[in-house]
């Protein structure tokens, strides 16, 4: 990792919570915002996959963003996703982020169309960083194989820093395959690289990773801070299985529902677990048992009144 990260840390992909219109609720995000840096969050990462990104409108992202700068959110603790299919819609959320002064973008690849061709997603970026000609945009590249089916070479990572070395800055590895990240470590030791599962955590720490954006971040940053603050501490071992452990034990449950069942759960708020189709709420007998098991296998409790 380079010596002055833009970004590095605990990286939540916020959740979106939405009203009973079926609207993102605004004051909720900003809410929940704030909660998460005060949580051990050190950045945001709005419209990421927990997001339910890809179920949002423009017009609806863009307005959620600017909410939350609005209130106080410092922008550069900002890395809101804006990666699309469309090339002109990348542009325009791209640009809007880099007005409002945030920190970084994190874009997926364009990813409708499988199997395209190196040259091909070259272009997509490359006309993107061209049309918004900022000096101020830092890109951070979004590999997630298992969802987009269209990811990231190395080859292809490599050009890209090497035509924008100021500009693509990071990547978001959520392969899920720790070998995957430790190649991208290892072949470029000045990028900023976060894995997408805290479980990998320390091992990306001592390979020189900035931290990581995890969905889980939503309710478990400070846990996760606490890997991130003492990695080279004698006991970073024990933190971080302690921490593997939670994570496993969430990721056995659908993630964005689960998440949104334990907000819903210990901020006594039901709007909290609604999603946007084709995502469903999950069942309330399975919420009940994740919420016990979570609770008296891992000591997991949220505590919004100690909070405010």
């Known amino acids: 990792m380079k010596t002055n990260p833009t970004f590095s840390g605990v990286i939540a992909p916020v959740l979106t919570p939405f009203g009973e219109d079926g609207a993102p609720d605004l004051d909720r995000f900003v809410e929940h915002c704030e909660w998460l840096l ?3 969050c050190t950045g945001l990462a709005p419209f990421g996959t927990t997001s339910e990104a890809n179920s949002l409108g423009i017009d609806e992202r863009m307005e959620m963003l600017e909410e939350i ?7 550069s603790k900002l890395m809101p996703g804006t990666g699309m299919c469309s090339l002109s819609d990348a542009i325009l959320l791209t640009d809007h982020a880099v007005e409002l002064g945030c920190g970084g973008v994190l874009m997926l690849p364009p990813f409708y169309y499988k199997n ?4 091909g997603l070259f272009r997509f970026f490359a006309e993107v960083i061209e049309e918004v000609a900022d000096e ?5 590249l979004y590999h997630i194989p298992p969802i987009a089916q269209v990811g990231f070479s190395l080859p292809l ?3 890209l820093k090497k035509e924008f070395p100021t500009t693509v800055v990071g990547l978001k590895d959520s392969s899920g395959d720790w070998n995957n990240t430790k190649a991208i470590l290892e072949a470029f030791p000045d990028f900023e690289v976060f894995p997408g599962s805290e479980a990998f955590l320390l091992d990306a720490l001592r390979l020189g990773g900035a931290g ?18 003492n990695w080279q501490g004698p006991n970073a071992d024990k933190i971080q299985a302690n921490v593997t452990a939670l994570r496993m034990a969430i990721q056995q449950y659908p993630m964005i529902p689960v998440l949104k069942a334990l907000l819903a759960h210990y901020r006594d708020d039901p709007l909290w677990a609604e999603l946007r189709p084709p995502f469903t709420e999950l069942p309330e007998a399975e919420a009940e048992k994740a919420i016990q098991t979570l609770a008296e296998v ?3 409790k949220l505590n919004f009144a100690e909070a405010a």
Request: aromatic share 6%; glycine share 6%; proline share 7%.
């Open 38 to 40: 005060e949580d051990g």
């Open 136 to 140: 101020d945009l830092k890109v951070y």
């Open 157 to 159: 990572i490599e050009r």
């Open 69 to 75: 700068v609005e209130a106080g959110i410092p922008p």
């Open 298 to 300: 891992h000591g997991f």
């Open 212 to 229: 990581c954006i995890s969905a889980t971040a939503n309710v478990s940053a400070r846990a996760i801070r606490e890997v991130f603050d």
């Open 116 to 119: 395209p061709s190196e040259e």
